[in-house]
Nanobody
């Protein structure tokens, strides 16, 4: 079974930081690009970031560039999203997903999703 579990969300004040984790079980992350997505209430899910299987390539949405950093530790079978300088508009449920096509962030089919973790940015 291919499983992803997000963790690390919570309530944080504007300007604060959180680190989200995406842990895989049932498969190794080594072969897959992993994406982070978010969905705010009443809004469609949007892409936030992606990291290639090796960690050598990363992409970010314009809205988070310079504030968020995606990374991975394949030995721990985990992908992280470091979120700094958080803004209220970052409030959403954050999901990670595995690119079932392979290790690139440019040839993609995010067909395996986690359950999400809530991030709330509020004073």
């Amino acid at each position: 079974q291919l499983q992803l579990v997000e963790s690390g969300g919570g309530l944080v004040q504007p300007g604060g930081s959180l680190r989200l984790s995406c842990a895989a079980s049932g498969f190794t992350l080594d072969y897959y690009a992993i994406g982070w997505f978010r969905q705010a209430p009443g809004k469609e899910r949007e892409g936030v970031s992606c990291i290639s299987s090796s960690g050598g390539s990363t992409v970010y949405a314009d809205s988070v560039k310079g504030r968020f950093t995606i990374s991975r530790d394949n030995a721990k079978n985990t992908v992280y999203l470091q979120m700094n300088s958080l803004k209220p508009e970052d409030t959403a449920v954050y999901y990670c997903a595995a690119n079932i096509i392979g290790g690139s962030c440019h040839l993609i089919d995010f067909g395996s999703w986690g359950q999400g973790t809530q991030v709330t940015v509020s004073s």
